[in-house]
Every structure is written in C-alpha cells, then in structure tokens.
C-alpha cells in the first residue's frame, strides 16, 4: 500500500517525520493518558497500540516490562520513525497498517490507542477491531479529546483548524504553530491553578510547539462528552468500565473485554 496523500494519516506523518525524538517528559504524559491503568500494568502482557505515531507510547509500555507488541499506523514516514525508536524491543513488531484493517481475533492482553480515535471517520470501527483483538478478560484503553474543559478552545482556536490550519500546506501550519507557541508561552507564565499549565510550563519550546502543531494540523478532530465517549464501547461486551476526566479537558476510557461465553 503507498502512504495517503491527503487526510489524517498524512498530516501526522509530516509531524512524526520533523519530531520524532522521545522525551523524558512524554513519560509523565503517558501516565496521565493512561490513568487509571497503570504504566506497571503492562509488565508481561502483550499489547497492540493502534495509531502508535512515532512510537512514544509503546516505548514506555515496552519499558515498563511488556511480553511483546504490534504498533501500527498508516504514513510510511511516521512507520519509520516508530521503527527507529523501537528498535530497541526485537518483541515489538510495528507494521504499516490502519487500523480498520487490524484483523487480530483474541491476541493481546491489551489494546490501547491514545490521542487517534478521535481523528477517525469511522471511530467506532477502530473501537470495534480494539475489542475483537483482545482476549477474553483483556484491558482496553483509549484516551480521546474531551468537550468538557474545552469550550473557550472549540469556540476560539478550532474554528481556526477547521478553517485555515486544516486546509494549507502543512509547512505553512507550521510557521503559524511557532508564531503560537510564542504566545502560549506567555501564557504559561501567568499564575495557574490547574496542574496541567503548571506542568506545560516545565516544557521546551520545540515540544511546545510540537502541542500546537498537534492541534493544528488535523482534518478531523472530534471533541466528546463523557456520554459520548462511553458510548464507543456501548454494546461491545465490555465490563469494569472505568472513565477520567484526564487534565481536566480529556478522557480516559479503561474497560475490560468480557469472558467468552
């Protein structure tokens, strides 16, 4: 299969080709996006990571003492960013597929796609191929963009990705990104309550910038209620369900495949 020209896919592979290095910092976010699953919990379980982009996330999973795993995702450029990164984990196959096409019946111990389900058409798809690949008693763990904590952003910044950011070169995007980050810079260093400014303060400019981007450049960007992101799952067979209001403008949906009959 060649790589998407147009579409999600191809605008995160033009972002994990120009950011692709792995940072101490992307471990604190992988905690929080996973909470309440534990970065622990992956030790001796084999996991898939749907949407893996440059391999971040799986890195700290494999870290953490993982058995084995399959990452995927659909842009030749961000596959090669992953697979440099990963390379550290012979156990870890990553593999250049979508995951409409993750045909995997009863797998892996976990399935987990942070930050892409919520850029896909068909969302409920990919939730529906997450829960097939897991085995019976298997965690799912998905984390997606949440409506509640984001009304001044949906009301201020998307219109500007839906109508601009979206819709231009990415290149150009990123010029604006960085013109952003200057300003967002200085909004973090005005006094906050929240912890999650307090901790975006710690970050460096290129990462910040990288955050920008990140909501920029997306075709499509869905921000749930917390009824709507329950809803993914409703009907799938999924028990222990467990959801967070992840830094106060996310969610992180943990459930567990129910038993064979």
Not at 44 to 59: L, P, T
Not at 163 to 169: D, E, G, K, Q, V
Not at 198 to 213: C, D, K, M, S, T
Request: proline fraction near 5%.
């Amino acid at each position: 299969m060649e790589t998407p020209k147009t579409g999600t896919q191809h605008e995160f592979g033009y972002e994990w080709e120009r950011y692709p290095e792995i940072l101490p910092h992307h471990r604190e976010q992988f905690r929080r996006w996973i909470a309440p699953f534990r970065e622990e919990d992956f030790a001796g379980k084999r996991f898939v990571d749907a949407g893996c982009g440059m391999g971040r996330n799986s890195f700290w999973a494999l870290s953490a003492g993982a058995s084995g795993a399959l990452a995927i995702d659909f842009d030749e450029r961000t596959i090669a960013s992953a697979r440099t990164n990963l390379a550290p984990f012979p156990h870890c196959e990553v593999r250049y597929q979508s995951v409409y096409e993750l045909d995997e019946p009863e797998q892996f111990d976990i399935a987990f796609s942070i930050g892409v389900i919520h850029h896909l058409a068909e969302p409920r798809k990919a939730v529906e191929n997450l829960v097939k690949a897991l085995k019976p008693g298997g965690k799912l763990v998905l984390w997606v963009y949440g409506k509640e904590g984001n009304e001044l952003y949906l009301r201020v910044i998307d219109p500007l990705r839906k109508h601009l950011t979206s819709r231009i070169p990415p290149g150009a995007t990123r010029w604006l990104s960085k013109a952003m980050t200057v300003a967002l810079k200085g909004y973090l260093a005005l006094p906050h309550e929240r912890e999650y400014e307090r901790l975006l303060r710690q970050i460096g400019f290129r990462q910040l910038e990288l955050i920008v981007l990140d909501q920029l450049i997306p075709s499509i960007a869905f921000y749930w209620t917390k009824d709507e992101t329950l809803a993914l799952i409703e009907g799938l067979g999924m028990t222990d369900v467990e959801i967070a209001h992840t830094n106060g403008m996310s969610w992180t949906l943990v459930a567990t495949k129910g038993e064979a009959r």
